[in-house]
C-alpha cells in the first residue's frame, strides 16, 4: 500500500501552480501522485500544467483519469468538463476520431444531468470550429453565439472569450470586417487583463493575432501581439504557446521595421521546445530575415527548415530565388503556390510577389493578370492594407510598361498606407518605384528625394540587397552631360550594360520587364550607332557617359 503524500510534494505543486511555475508544479504533482494518487482538484492542476509544458501524453492521460474519477464520484459536470478539453485538445493535435469519441462522451454525460451548466456551452465551440473550417461562416458565428450565450448567463469568462474568438473570425469572413475586429477586441479584454485561465489566455491571444495577421488589421496585430509577448515572458517556463507567441511577434516586429527586436524573438523561440508547427512558423520568419539582410544561403537553410516541419515556404523561398538571379525558378514556384491557393485572403499574400516576379522575368502579361487579381480580391476586402498591396502591383505593372504617369498615383497611395501603419521597409520600396516613374517623367529631383529617402531606410535596416539597388543610380548623369539623344531611362541602362549586367538583371534592377530592357537596348544602339554590348560601353567611356560607380 502507498504511504500518503508528502506534503512537501502536493504543496509545493500546489504553490508553483498559483504562482505559474509549470515545470516545477507538474514535477512536485507527479512525485505527489507516485505516492499517493491525487484528488480531483489536483488532478486538474497537473492536467493544465502538462498543456503549458507541452506535455500531451501525460495531460491525455491525465485528464482521462480526472474524467473517471469524477465520473465514479458521480460529478458528472467535472467528468464531462474533462472529457470536453480531453477532445479539444485531440482536435488541435489533428487526433479527429479520439476527440469526435471524447466530445460525443462529455455530451453523452451531460444528458445524464437535468440542470443547464456552462459546460453544455463548450460544446458549442468544436461545432463552432468546425463550421468555419468548412467554410461556412454562417454556421459557425450561430454555433460560437449560442456559446457566448451560455457563457454569459453563468458568468464563464473563457467560455465566452473562446466564444468571441471564433464568432469574430467567421464574421470577417462573411465580409462583417468592423463587427469581427470589435469581437476580436471584446474576446481579447479578459485575456489580456488576466481574467482567464492560461490555457484559454493562450488560444485566445493566438486565434485573435493569427486572424488580425491574415486579414491584415496590422495595428490590432501590434497591439496584441506585445501583450501576448509580455505574457509569455512573464512564464518562464511556459512551452505550449511559445513559439507560435515568438513567430508572430517576429512577424509583426519585421513590418514594423524593429529586425533585430524580431531575431530576438526567433532566437528565443529556437532555445524552447516547440511543436512541428511552430517550428515552421519560426524557421520561416527566420528565412525572410536573413532574406531581406542579403544572406541568401543561410536564408536558404530556413525556408527548407520550415518546409520540413510542414510550413508553406512561399513566398519567401520564391523571392529568394530571384534575388539569386533565377528568376524561372521563382515564377515556376510563385505560380505553382498562387493555382493551389483558393482562398482569397491567402492568395493576397503570394500575389505581390507573383508581380514583382513575373515583372523580372519579362511576362508583363502574367504579372498584369496576377495584379487584377490582386485588386479583385482588395475590392471585397475592407482592408486598407490589401487596397495599398493591390495598388502597388497596378504601379508596378504600369511602370514596366513605361507609363510612368499612371504609375506614380497608385504607388503614391500605396506608399501613405504603408507609411501611415508604420512598416518602414516596404514604404522605401514603394519610394524607389515612384523615384524610377519620376526619373523616367524627367524629374531629376523628386527622384533624388525619394532614393535618398529609400537609401537611408535600407541602411538602418541593414537590407543589404536592396541598398545595393538603390546605389546603382546613385551616380546618374546629369543634364549637362552628354546624352546624344538618349532618354534619362536608356542611360540608366546604357551604364548598367557598361558594369555588365545582362538584360535579366537589368529588369530586376530597374523592376521592369526583359521586353522593356530590350527596347531599350535596341533603341540605344540606333541612337549611338553601335552594333553591339562591347562597343556601347566603349562608346560610353569615350564621352565620358558612365557615372563613378558605373566605373568602379
Not at 473562446?162 to 481579447?188: K, N, P, T, V
Not at 493591390?390 to 505593372?397: C, E, Q, T
Not at 520587364?513 to 544602339?525: E, G, L, W, Y
Not at 550607332?529 to 566605373?551: C, E, K, L, W
Request: proline share 4%; hydrophobic share 45%.
Amino acid at each position: 500500500m502507498k504511504s500518503r503524500p508528502s506534503p512537501s510534494d502536493l504543496e509545493a505543486g500546489r504553490t508553483a501552480y498559483a504562482a505559474r511555475r509549470w515545470r516545477e508544479a507538474c514535477e512536485c504533482l507527479v512525485e505527489a501522485d507516485r505516492a499517493h494518487p491525487l484528488a480531483a482538484e489536483d488532478l486538474d492542476r497537473l492536467a493544465w500544467s502538462c498543456a503549458l509544458l507541452g506535455r500531451n501524453d501525460l495531460l491525455l492521460a491525465t485528464l482521462e483519469r480526472l474524467h473517471n474519477l469524477q465520473l465514479d464520484a458521480g460529478d458528472l459536470r467535472g467528468a464531462a468538463r474533462a472529457a470536453f478539453w480531453l477532445g479539444f485538445r485531440l482536435l488541435f493535435l489533428g487526433e479527429t476520431g479520439r476527440a469526435t469519441g471524447w466530445i460525443a462522451t462529455s455530451q453523452r454525460v451531460l444528458e445524464r444531468l437535468a440542470e443547464d451548466c456552462p459546460e453544455r456551452g463548450y460544446l458549442f465551440l468544436p461545432q463552432a470550429l468546425g463550421r468555419l473550417s468548412q467554410k461556412d461562416a454562417a454556421g459557425a458565428c450561430e454555433a460560437a453565439r449560442r456559446a457566448a450565450e451560455v457563457g454569459e448567463r453563468f458568468g464563464d469568462a473563457n467560455l465566452t472569450s473562446l466564444s468571441r474568438a471564433i464568432e469574430g473570425q467567421a464574421r470577417i469572413e462573411l465580409g462583417e470586417r468592423e463587427a469581427g475586429l470589435a469581437l476580436l477586441d471584446e474576446a481579447m479584454l479578459p485575456a489580456s487583463s488576466g481574467r482567464l485561465g492560461p490555457v484559454a489566455t493562450g488560444i485566445v491571444y493566438c486565434a485573435v493575432i493569427g486572424c488580425c495577421q491574415r486579414f491584415y488589421a496590422i495595428d490590432r496585430a501590434r497591439e496584441w501581439s506585445a501583450a501576448l509577448a509580455a505574457w509569455c515572458s512573464a512564464q518562464p517556463e511556459l512551452v505550449e504557446f511559445n513559439g507560435t507567441c515568438r513567430a508572430l511577434r517576429a512577424e509583426v516586429l519585421l513590418v514594423q521595421g524593429s529586425w533585430q527586436q524580431a531575431m530576438d524573438e526567433i532566437r528565443r523561440a529556437d532555445r524552447r521546445e516547440t511543436s512541428p508547427r511552430e517550428a515552421g512558423s519560426v524557421c520561416y520568419q527566420r528565412g525572410e530575415l536573413l532574406r531581406l539582410r542579403g544572406e541568401f544561403d543561410a536564408a536558404e537553410e530556413s525556408y527548407r527548415q520550415a518546409s520540413k516541419h510542414g510550413r508553406e515556404p512561399q513566398p519567401g523561398l520564391a523571392l529568394l530565388r530571384l534575388a539569386q538571379g533565377k528568376p524561372g525558378m521563382a515564377a515556376a514556384a510563385i505560380d505553382h503556390v498562387v493555382s493551389a491557393t483558393r482562398d482569397p485572403m491567402a492568395r493576397a499574400r503570394y500575389l505581390p510577389a507573383a508581380v514583382e516576379i513575373r515583372l523580372a522575368a519579362g511576362d508583363h502579361d502574367g504579372a498584369a493578370a496576377a495584379a487584377r487579381d490582386l485588386a479583385a480580391i482588395a475590392a471585397g476586402a475592407q482592408s486598407a492594407i490589401v487596397d495599398a498591396m493591390a495598388a502597388h502591383a497596378r504601379g508596378a505593372v504600369d511602370l514596366a510598361a513605361g507609363a510612368a504617369g499612371a504609375a506614380l498615383q497608385p504607388l503614391r497611395a500605396a506608399f501613405a498606407t504603408w507609411q501611415d501603419v508604420g512598416a518602414p521597409y516596404i514604404a522605401a520600396r514603394i519610394r524607389v518605384a515612384i523615384a524610377d516613374a519620376l526619373h523616367a517623367l524627367g524629374d531629376e529631383d523628386g527622384a533624388e528625394l525619394e532614393r535618398d529617402a529609400a537609401r537611408a531606410v535600407f541602411a538602418d535596416l541593414g537590407a543589404a540587397p536592396d541598398l545595393a539597388r538603390v546605389e546603382v543610380h546613385a551616380a546618374a548623369p546629369s543634364a549637362s552631360e552628354p546624352r546624344f539623344g538618349l532618354t534619362p531611362r536608356e542611360l540608366e541602362v546604357l551604364r548598367l550594360i557598361a558594369s555588365g549586367r545582362t538584360n535579366a538583371a537589368i529588369a530586376r534592377e530597374l523592376f521592369l520587364s526583359v521586353k522593356t530592357v530590350d527596347r531599350h537596348v535596341s533603341n540605344i544602339f540606333t541612337k549611338l550607332d553601335v552594333p553591339t554590348r562591347a562597343a556601347a560601353t566603349a562608346f560610353a567611356y569615350q564621352h565620358n557617359m558612365i557615372g563613378p560607380s558605373a566605373r568602379g
